[in-house]
């Protein structure tokens, strides 16, 4: 959780510096969805992301000097700069891409999981999607499938209560996503997506079932992204303040220092040295993008098909 939060601070800064071509949405305060999942997944096991998908890219593995670069546009990126933020791609680590259409990962990962399936080889694949995504006819047809099929996939909703600036309420009758599953004949439950064990637990759980050729699950992570939707939205224009300030209160890494600490199973030093340990990681990464050469203008049709 760290690495990511830490990592997106630092793009952030980045960014907002000026050198860094393209648009960008931060995974900050979302954190435990994708730590607690991941931890289950083997470089082999499949992920699809979304825009906001720094954050799956590093749990599954994209190394974090090549995840910086590319979003950086440099050469020396995973995909050599030419994808960005949202086409970071790593089928080396099973990350088959952040994405910048809404929905779109959910029918990839059944395909994935599809393979996995006819393969045999008791792989799974997770999708990680929004709340935005629950409505778009490529969530109910890759769950369907899933369901259909007996998949080896899971659904994770990271159900952040807002699609850009509209509230999930307003556009939507039934705000369960978790209760849908009932539609396809899955199990479908409802968590604290800001609570790393809680996630991990019912993640291992589905997961388990899934290699186990019992089918998909669909689990809703509530969370929220104290962000604005995009670097450049100031994010309070559509949402009270102390709602805000709310959820900051339940950030997932100060909620886990804190019961780590008091349960008696880490010492705050402790904590610190993680946090300097990753300082020193994210900066190399930095670095190591901020050095790379800028892409040569002379290969820009490569890779490019006619
Ligand atoms: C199919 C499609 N429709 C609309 C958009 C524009 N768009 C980009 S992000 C976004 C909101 C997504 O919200 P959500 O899925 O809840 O994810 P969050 O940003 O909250 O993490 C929209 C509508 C898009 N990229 N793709
Ligand atoms: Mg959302």
Redesign the pocket.
């Known amino acids: 959780m760290q690495r990511m939060r830490q990592f997106e601070l630092r793009i952030q800064q980045t960014y907002r510096s000026g050198v860094m071509p393209g648009f960008i949405?931060l995974y900050v305060g979302?954190e435990a969805v994708a730590a607690g999942v991941c931890a289950h997944l083997s470089r082999e096991d499949y992920v699809t992301s979304?825009?906001?998908g720094h954050g799956h890219a590093l749990a599954k593995g994209v190394p974090v000097k090549e995840a910086f670069a590319e979003i950086w546009g440099k050469p020396t990126g995973v995909n050599g700069g030419r994808g960005g933020s949202m086409h970071i791609y790593d089928p080396s680590c099973g990350f088959l891409g952040t994405n910048?259409?809404?929905?779109?990962g959910i029918p990839i990962a059944s395909g994935a999981a599809m393979a996995a399936s006819l393969r045999g080889d008791g792989h799974v694949a997770v999708s990680f999607?929004?709340?935005?995504?629950v409505n778009?006819c490529?969530f109910h047809e890759g769950i369907n499938l899933a369901a259909a099929l007996m998949l080896p996939v899971v659904f994770v909703c990271?159900?952040?209560l807002?699609?850009?600036e509209?509230p999930?309420h307003r556009v939507t009758r039934n705000t369960n996503v978790a209760s849908r599953a009932a539609a396809y004949g899955i199990p479908g439950i409802g968590i604290d997506g800001n609570d790393v064990l809680e996630v991990h637990r019912v993640a291992g759980e589905a997961i388990a079932r899934a290699r186990a050729g019992e089918g998909p699950t669909l689990i809703e992570c509530a969370t929220y992204?104290p962000l604005g939707?995009?670097e450049g939205d100031p994010g309070t224009g559509y949402r009270p303040k102390e709602e805000i300030a709310e959820w900051k209160l339940r950030d997932p890494i100060d909620r886990l220092a804190l019961a780590a600490m008091q349960a008696g199973l880490v010492a705050e030093a402790e904590l610190r040295d993680i946090e300097r340990q990753v300082e020193r990681e994210i900066e190399e990464a930095y670095e190591f993008a901020r050095l790379s050469p800028e892409a040569d203008a002379a290969t820009v049709t490569d890779f490019v098909y006619a």
Do not use: Q
């Open positions: 949405h979302e979304t825009h906001r910048g259409i809404v929905a779109a999607f929004g709340d935005g995504a778009n490529a990271e159900n952040n807002y699609a850009t509209t999930f992204r939707h995009f």
